[in-house]
């Protein structure tokens, strides 16, 4: 039987849930840069090599480097390169309409917000998950609208990206919306 537990309860569990989420999420960040910064400065001092092995690749003039199936580039962590996904979305706001604000996230794919939090949670102020208006969430969860930096990823038959106003309409299959976030992510940072 499941122990009865008060709404202040609730919510400081929650509170704590989120915390050690986002605490996770940041060290995944750092570590991963710290790893990256090790390996290229153990592969080029000790072997001699310039680290072409197919493990990096330019486009546009950005130079992506593949580490444990992921492609790196600066701060960003992509799980595609800009050459695997659709171009999509015309009049995208760029990157820097996030910076040090707060950016709201509805999902409808894990791995795709994940994607999402890790890139932006380098620019953004916070990430925060929050329900649109008129959708039916849990009661936790605030409520926003296109007046917020709000980025929306729903599963769809097409694949799409759209703005209107301060939202971003991300919907696509749900095999296919991580590619989507990349794609997104890609416009937002002026590479593709």
């Given amino acids: 039987m ?95 309409n996030y910076q040090g604000k707060p950016v709201y996230v509805y999902s ?9 939090v890790v890139d932006l949670g380098t620019v953004a102020q916070r990430i925060q998950k929050a329900c649109p208006e008129g959708v039916i969430c849990s009661a936790e969860l605030p409520v926003k609208t296109c007046n917020d930096n709000f980025i929306i990823i729903k599963e769809d038959t097409e694949n799409s990206i759209t703005q209107e106003n301060n939202c971003v309409f991300i919907k696509g299959q749900k095999d296919e919306l991580a590619k989507l976030v990349d794609a997104f992510l890609f416009k937002i940072l002026e590479i593709k």
Wanted: aromatic share 10%.
């Fill in 2 to 96: 499941r122990r009865l537990v008060s709404k202040e309860e609730e919510a400081k569990n929650k509170k704590r849930n989120q915390i050690i989420l986002g605490f996770f999420l940041v060290l995944v960040l750092i570590l991963s840069s710290v790893s990256f910064a090790l390996q290229g400065g153990l592969g080029s001092s000790n072997t001699g090599q310039d680290n072409t092995q197919g493990n990096e690749v330019e486009y546009n003039g950005f130079k992506f480097i593949n580490q444990n199936g992921l492609w790196i580039l600066g701060n960003y962590v992509f799980r595609y390169l800009p050459t695997e996904v659709e171009s999509l979305g015309t009049g995208i706001n760029p990157i820097s």
């Fill in 108 to 116: 409808e794919d894990e791995d795709a917000t994940i994607d999402l």
